[in-house]
């Protein structure tokens, strides 16, 4: 017989099942964590499977005193009984439990999640045990469903999912920042001639990194396949200390060949607002929750940082209307002639063209237009080699998306199919074009007009939950001198 799920591991309901549909008098059994013990009778029971806690009443006179003893905060218990309507309010049901389980005991004392509010940098040491608060299990959630969505998103136009290496010997955005991959004893080095590491001893034979993007892979999968998506993990030994930077992050990349700036823009506009609109139907007991863990926070804040939208409506905004599209010549129009630049009062001042635009600046724009901004064609000296080189001979295809709170959430480009130019490029930013030969051959033989863009996953879940750091949106985080867990 084929095992069965259902009847293996589901001798219990999960509270979730249990709140949205039940029998009264029916005989349940239920298995959590506990939250909170109030006077030897009202267990606060969670199970993770949806925010809302189940009370259950222990009949403490026929309960035998070592296991009412170990009904602590924490402890991880099953109790059995039937299903009755709820005395007490904010809750329609609750469990009598005519029989409960210590399935593991938490001492009190030492258990460092107590029923009260804890500070996000002391979550942060506590990262084995923030699943088992609200929060996290809100924002982890929220993050399943957008992760779900985007798949589905993809999946339900015809893109097909490609894994590219995590492994790699080429620095797809050439800016140099990756964690280097290597078997090679420390202690004792392998030299060239030259003094330099002899990566030909090494594991792979050469030198390699871990990935920083898995766009070049998925460009050589466009071009066989017509229309792929990676969602992978991302490596970046950029030294930023930032509430948007990780070391280690996952990215959204979607490549299309026949697809150009202009449809690379509609398709990213699109999803993002698909997604959005999916976690929105989905998951509102989380985010009314986390709306109202918001606003709290909000209150703290200077009267001028505040938000005016709750979390609700600022995704409903952005899901709903259209994101305004213009050149990175414009933009620094607008920045040129912003009140903050006359009054110096950005930290980096825009006074010419071509200079690289910084968090500071994109969070004006977003404020400037009150909505999602997307900039192209940027100055070539500031992107990516593989960037489709316009007429003008100095802005490049490029486009970033910048959300409001974030900044940039997505950067994307049409690529440079034509292979002469490709090359020049190559040869321009100091890459032996030799390491690329992979990439280029792709432009010799049957090369055609593509486009692609990435999205860092954890900003989005930080737009969409609201939520102040982006440590506080994966599980574990791995940020400068943070590695734990
Ligand atoms: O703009 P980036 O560097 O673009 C690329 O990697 C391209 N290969 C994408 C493509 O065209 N296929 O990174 C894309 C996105 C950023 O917009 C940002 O959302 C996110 O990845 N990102 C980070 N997220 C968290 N921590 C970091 N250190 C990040 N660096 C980039
Ligand atoms: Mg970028």
């Known amino acids: 017989m084929q095992p069965n799920f259902e009847t293996l591991a589901m001798n219990h309901i999960t509270i979730k099942d249990l709140l949205q549909s ?8 239920v298995k959590g964590w506990v939250r909170n013990f109030r006077s030897n009778r009202f ?14 009443v222990v009949d403490f006179e ?91 998103y993809f999946h339900n136009r015809g893109f097909f999912n490609m894994h590219t290496p995590i492994i790699t010997g080429s620095d797809a955005e ?39 993007s898995g766009q070049l892979e998925a460009e050589l999968a466009a071009l066989g396949l017509g229309k792929v998506y990676t969602f992978g993990p991302t490596f970046r030994a950029e030294n930023s200390n930032t509430a948007r930077h990780l070391a280690e992050f996952w990215m959204i990349e979607p490549e299309v060949a026949f697809a150009d700036l202009d449809d690379n823009m509609d398709l990213a506009e699109d ?25 709290d926070e909000e209150k703290s804040k200077p009267q001028a940082e505040r938000n005016e939208l709750s979390l609700m409506e600022r995704l409903a905004f952005v899901a709903e209307n259209n994101f ?45 237009f009150g909505c999602p901004v997307i900039l192209y064609d940027y100055p070539a000296s500031i992107k990516a080699f593989y960037m489709r080189l316009n007429d003008d ?20 480009s049409q690529r440079e199919e034509r292979y002469d130019v490709l090359k020049q490029k190559i040869k321009e930013f100091n890459i032996d074009p030799e390491e690329l030969w992979w990439y280029l ?28 750091n982006i440590r506080d949106v994966i599980p574990f985080p791995r940020t400068p001198g943070n590695a734990e867990f």
Not at 341 to 352: A, G, P, R, S, V
Not at 400 to 408: N, R
């Open 22 to 29: 039940h029998t009264i008098g029916e005989t349940v059994t």
């Open 393 to 412: 001979g100095k802005t490049v295809r490029a486009m970033d998306i910048l959300f409001p709170g974030i900044g940039e959430i997505v950067g994307g």
């Open 441 to 468: 051959e792709t432009r010799k033989f049957g090369t055609c007009v593509h486009s692609g863009f990435g999205l860092g996953f954890e900003r989005l879940v930080l737009f969409a939950t609201g939520m102040g």
């Open 62 to 152: 026929n309960l035998a005193a070592d296991t009412l003893k170990k009904i602590t905060v924490g402890a991880c218990i099953e109790a059995r009984g039937p299903v009755v309507e709820s005395q007490g309010s904010g809750q329609s049901i609750e469990l009598q439990a005519s029989e409960v389980l210590i399935l593991g005991e938490s001492d009190p004392n030492e258990y460092p999640l107590q029923p009260k509010k804890h500070s996000m940098e002391f979550l942060r040491e506590k990262a084995h045990l923030r699943p088992r608060t609200n929060t996290f299990a809100a924002v982890l959630r929220i993050r399943h469903h957008l992760s779900f969505a985007i798949h589905e």
């Open 43 to 56: 267990i606060a029971l969670n199970d993770g499977s949806t925010l809302s806690t189940l009370q259950i």
């Open 324 to 368: 305004k599209r213009l050149s990175y010549t414009e933009a620094v129009e607008v920045l040129r002639n912003s009140k903050p630049n006359k009054k110096k009062k950005f930290q980096y001042l825009i006074d010419e063209w071509g200079v690289d635009l910084q968090s500071e600046h994109e969070k004006f724009l977003v404020k400037h």
């Open 271 to 295: 999803f993002l607002k698909t997604v959005i609109q999916s976690v929105l139907q989905h998951c509102k007991e989380d985010l009314e929750f986390l709306s109202k863990r918001q606003l």
């Open 174 to 212: 050439g800016a140099g920042e990756m964690f280097n991959v290597s078997t090679l004893d420390k202690k004792n080095v392998p030299f060239t001639e030259n003094g330099e590491v002899d990566y030909s001893k090494d594991f792979f034979g050469k030198e390699t990194n871990l990935t920083v």
